[in-house]
């Protein structure tokens, strides 16, 4: 990383030993001009706008500290090393109130005015290097909170707000319009019904990758997974957006249906909306707008059947509504009211009445333990679990077996 200096003095000698004595290329600077006065200086700084500049005080027409002062009104924030013959203390006192780095005294000890660039140049290039890296965070934070935004907005779980909060004049401008291509899965519902949770994140994760390699190189998209099996890609209406979100739908058609080939139980249904719209409750309309042409939106009672499947197969686990409402991609609030309209029972109850169900019929067919069969339907505490049985069945577990153990017997008993 190179950085770039100016020479200002009104005194060729020196100004030609500073050019010509200290080893610039050998600390990473180069020479872009020289001035013998302020008013040349002020003309070739906006320019070339160096790094550091090497001034000296006392100049005809204009001295170092007016030229000083200007550029800093100008917004220059070059580093600045006076040069003085003259160690007067208001000199000095200026000098600090104009943010000047050092301020040294004729004549000059040239090894030692070397080493005090090489400091600076090491501090120039940390403080970029640190600003660099502060401006990515930034920017990915930025990125991170819109497509949060983003995707609670098409999910279902933002539905007033004004355009996105996070404002940034380079990255986020809340003027951006975007518009929207809906991706999705059709069939996916119907032929992932039976696969694990970790085959439903591996598919939906391959799928993001293919989906985010597609639209990348595209500045200012946003891809985000609203549920399963759907996707929403926003792209910046910029100039040209026109061909490039049509060409952007074809290529993801054309790669998905190439996947999906293999089965016949799924394809890729892309539909792209023509109005630009902000990040707010605009792309929630036309989002739903989409939705409405797509024929292979999963039904409700799909979901349902899904979400049952789901919590059936992890009976074993400390499953909770947002874990299976995520699942879906729908909000946990909607996942409730869903589930209770269609099963006519709350969610805790279902999960309540399977566990139960599951117990009974392994304290019936074997010999595992209470406190086993409590751990394999989602009681980690066999007290806990004997509670919960009682209520149910108004039976102890170790009462459930005996008596069923019985009444297997009395069957036996009467077949013989």
Not at 167 to 173: A, C, D
Not at 214 to 226: A, N
Not at 228 to 251: P, V, Y
Not at 291 to 307: N, T
Request: with cysteine; charged share 25%; aromatic share 8%.
């Amino acid at each position: 990383m190179n950085l770039t200096a100016m020479i200002v003095d009104d005194e060729l000698p020196i100004l030609e030993n500073l050019r010509l004595i200290l080893p610039w290329e050998d600390m990473g600077i180069e020479i872009t001009g020289t001035a013998r006065s302020g008013i040349e200086a002020l003309d070739k700084v906006a320019d070339c706008h160096p790094d550091i500049m090497l001034c000296d005080i006392r100049m005809p027409t204009m001295d170092g500290l007016e030229l000083i002062r200007i550029l800093r009104e100008r917004g220059e924030s070059c580093e600045i090393i006076l040069l003085t013959g003259y160690q007067q203390f208001e000199y000095a006192r200026t000098a600090i109130r104009y943010n000047v780095h050092e301020y040294i005294c004729k004549p000059i000890d040239y090894s030692d005015l070397e080493n005090k660039l090489r400091e600076l140049t090491e501090q120039i290039i940390q403080k970029r290097v640190t600003s660099e890296s502060e401006r990515h965070r930034s920017i990915e934070m930025e990125n991170w909170i819109r497509h949060k935004h983003v995707t609670d907005l098409l999910r279902g779980e933002k539905e007033n707000l004004a355009c996105f909060p996070v404002q940034s004049s380079e990255t986020l401008p809340s003027a951006d319009r975007y518009v929207l291509i809906l991706v999705d899965a059709e069939g996916y519902f119907r032929h992932s019904i039976g696969w694990t949770a970790d085959q439903h994140q591996q598919w939906h994760d391959e799928i993001h990758t293919i989906l985010k390699g597609l639209t990348e190189v595209i500045e200012g998209s946003i891809i985000t997974h609203v549920r399963k099996g759907e996707w929403g890609i926003l792209l910046k209406a910029s100039l040209g957006w026109e061909t490039r979100a049509d060409q952007l739908a074809q290529r993801i058609q054309k790669r998905l249906n190439a996947i999906f080939a293999s089965d016949s139980a799924m394809k890729a249904r892309i539909i792209l909306d023509d109005t630009p719209v902000c990040l707010d409750h605009q792309i929630i309309e036309r989002y739903r707008h989409c939705q409405k042409q797509s024929a292979s939106r999963p039904s409700v009672s799909e979901w349902i059947k899904s979400a049952c499947e789901y919590m059936d197969t992890h009976l074993d686990h400390d499953l909770g509504i947002d874990e299976v409402a995520d699942w879906l991609g729908i909000s946990s609030s909607y996942f409730c009211q869903l589930f209770k309209s269609h099963v006519g029972v709350t969610f805790v109850e279902y999960m309540t009445q399977k566990r139960m169900e599951t117990a009974a019929m392994l304290l019936s067919t074997t010999e595992w333990s209470i406190t086993s069969i409590g751990e394999a339907t989602g009681y980690k505490e066999r007290r806990y679990f004997s509670k919960v049985f009682h209520k149910h069945f108004h039976m102890k577990p170790s009462e459930y077996r005996q008596s069923h153990r019985i009444a297997t017997s009395l069957e036996e008993e009467m077949q013989t």
